[in-house]
Antibody
């Protein structure tokens, strides 16, 4: 069965850093593009970042450019999001999601990991 | 900045039909944006309902359907049931590995 499981969330002070991880199982991770999507408390979904299956193509939403870094390790079937210079507005549940390159939708989601940025 | 618009809330009677829409602040939604729809109940992970405008995801009942209506993408729920009461999100693919979600529609079944 296919699964995505996020970990690494927690409470961080503004300006701090945190690294989220997403463990994939049940599918050939290296063949798939991956993304991070977040949801602030009581708010809607927001796409954050994308990494191609090769890892050579990476995109970010403007609000995190220069602060967040997406990466992957196909040897451990893992996706990462390194988050630096965190702000209050980065507080959200962060979902790892699998976008399908044929019709550009998200067909697999993790359960999410909560990041809280607060002094 | 691209803004994807959705009705903030909608209500439907049990057994009724409701159409939720997904538009652009400027311009029209077309199939080339690959509109997809997701259902989310509070505290739960989003569930993929529709992708590529009108293709139902595996296991999604056929009372959920997607289309383009005028200049918007649309999600129609026919024969609404109590457990359809959820938040519904559309997302449009903007190209180059970028997506923009709508703000979501809170659907009440009563």
């Amino acid at each position: 069965q296919v699964h995505l499981v996020e970990s690494g969330g927690g409470l961080v002070k503004p300006g701090g850093s945190l690294r989220l991880s997403c463990a994939a199982s049940g599918f050939t991770f290296s063949a798939y593009h991956m993304s991070w999507i977040r949801q602030a408390p009581g708010k809607g979904l927001e796409w954050v970042s994308y990494i191609s299956n090769s890892g050579s193509v990476i995109y970010y939403i403007d609000s995190v450019k220069g602060r967040f870094t997406i990466s992957r390790d196909d040897t451990t079937n893992s996706l990462f999001l390194q988050m630096n210079s965190l702000r209050d507005e980065d507080t959200a549940v962060y979902y790892c999601a699998r976008p399908r390159g044929n019709y550009w939708h998200f067909d697999l989601w993790g359960r999410g990991s909560l990041l809280t940025v607060s002094a | 900045q691209t803004v994807v618009t959705q009705e903030p809330s909608f209500s439907v009677s049990p057994g009724g039909t409701v159409t939720l829409t997904c538009g652009l602040s400027s311009g029209s939604v077309s199939t080339s944006s690959y509109p997809s729809w997701y259902q989310q109940t509070p505290g739960q992970t989003p569930r993929t309902l529709i992708y590529n405008t009108n293709t139902r995801s595996s296991g999604v009942p056929n009372r959920f359907s997607g289309s383009i209506l005028g200049n918007k993408a649309a999600l129609t729920i026919s024969g609404a049931q109590g457990d359809d009461e959820s938040d519904y999100y559309c997302v449009l693919y903007m190209g180059s590995g970028n997506w923009v979600f709508g703000g979501g529609t809170k659907l009440t079944v009563l």
